[in-house]
């Protein structure tokens, strides 16, 4: 048993645009920096600077700035190109001050690191790389090729040179690790923003199959009596017509009213809103869960029974949409997976509800057992799993959002195989795939109004 995607959501599909407004944010904070500690280095701690080189490389990256602001709106966001291009030019900036100022002599070499970490949080992973190699090449130059820090008296101010490579090493590692964290952090929160929203997506139009199925049901009910009324009464006129044209025009109304309630009651059957449907024994909502697979060319199995110590009438249990849709994720997943059968078993106790979905497939790939319900597991398709889905990558987006359903609700999910994958399938024992199990607390599960038999209250009315 794997997945189902049911939305089109990519994994690389990240947020790749940056707000002009927020990089020329950053890079005047920068600016303001560079012109404290160049004025200190100068003016209190009397070392030897070339002021006019420096301050025409903070005064280029002013100008940049202000261009910036004048030329394009404060709302811009930039293109991946443009971004990488901006980022590119402050690492280059920094490194000419780093050039001017005694290279890695000087520690605020360290600022290289900012420009590329930020590039890892928002751009992909080709811009990222770029980035990050151009800035190894100018921390591997300006260590090589630097003007010398001299103090007031012309002294040359030089770290050893063991600590030189220490430190350039240092950078390096620090480049390739923070880079590579940014860009694993930022782009697991995209992904799972991502799936969030698809499994509000997937809620939402649940809610909204139940609500239109409510309405549907609340309109079949109240013209359930007119309905028959004009039966009755066309019946009547159409045996008491001697007229054989208005004794057919009599039977045609009498024709209609039939369909109408018959398309009445068809379109019915989904109705939840009716408080007495909002409701159900727990087998017959699992039975309603597994309805759209029970005709694919798998044997669907329920066992429906108590516990050990539970109760022999079933708990009646609230139709959630959360329930309805997560449970029947899962015995989507296990019809698509298994070679005949499936089991869907459903226990309950004083204190628990469970629910089992077990298949006669090959079960979880051991790859991905330690990631089963994070979103967008990807694993290689072999040439049965093609066979049997044409066109089917798995990304764990549907076992995502089943899991998520269903923990909203109280469910503690689990996820196990039933053999060993890599036994031959004469070895292997009948229940031998993939185990999906849901437990809940009986009490947040459990309509105690209709268990204890109690009216449940008049139906409420449509709010326009």
Known sequence: MADVNPFPILPEARNTWVRLRTLI???????AGQIVTITVASQVLALQLNLGLLYLAVGVSIMANVIAMFVYPENKRLSETEAMLTMLFDVSQLAFLVFLTGGLNNPFALLILAP??????????????????????LTTLVAVFHVPLRDSFGQVLAMPQVLIVGFWLAIVIGLLFLGAYAYRVTGETHSMNE????????????????????????????????????????????????????????????????RCRDILRDMGRAGKDDLHLRTGPIGAVIREAAEPHAERGKTLHFDVSPGAGGDARQPNILRKPEIIH???????????????????DVHWTDENILIRIIDDGVGFPLQVMGRIGDPFVRRRAN????EKRPGYEGMGLGLFIAKTLLERTGAEMTFANGS???????????????????VWPRAGLVNEVAETGSALGENQKFQA
């Open 326 to 344: 997560g449970v029947r994720n899962l015995i989507q997943n296990a019809v698509d997976f298994s070679e005949a059968n499936v089991w869907v």
């Open 383 to 386: 040439a049965k799993d093609a």
């Open 116 to 137: 590329v970490t930020i590039a890892a949080a928002t751009l992909r992973r080709g811009s990222t790389i770029v980035l990050g190699v151009t800035a190894i090449i």
């Open 195 to 258: 799936a969030l929203l698809a499994t509000q997506m997937a809620l939402a139009r649940e809610q909204k199959l139940t609500d239109l199925g409510g309405v549907v049901a609340a309109a079949a009910h109240e013209l359930g009596t007119p309905l028959a009324t004009i039966k009755l009464v066309s019946t009547e006129l159409a045996s008491e017509l001697e007229d054989e044209l208005h004794r057919e025009d009599a039977e045609l109304i009498r024709d209609q009213a039939d």
């Open 420 to 438: 060993d994958p890599f036994m031959t399938p004469k070895d292997r024992a009948t229940r031998s795939g993939a185990i999906v199990e849901a």
């Open 25 to 31: 944010m950053l890079r005047w904070l920068a600016i």
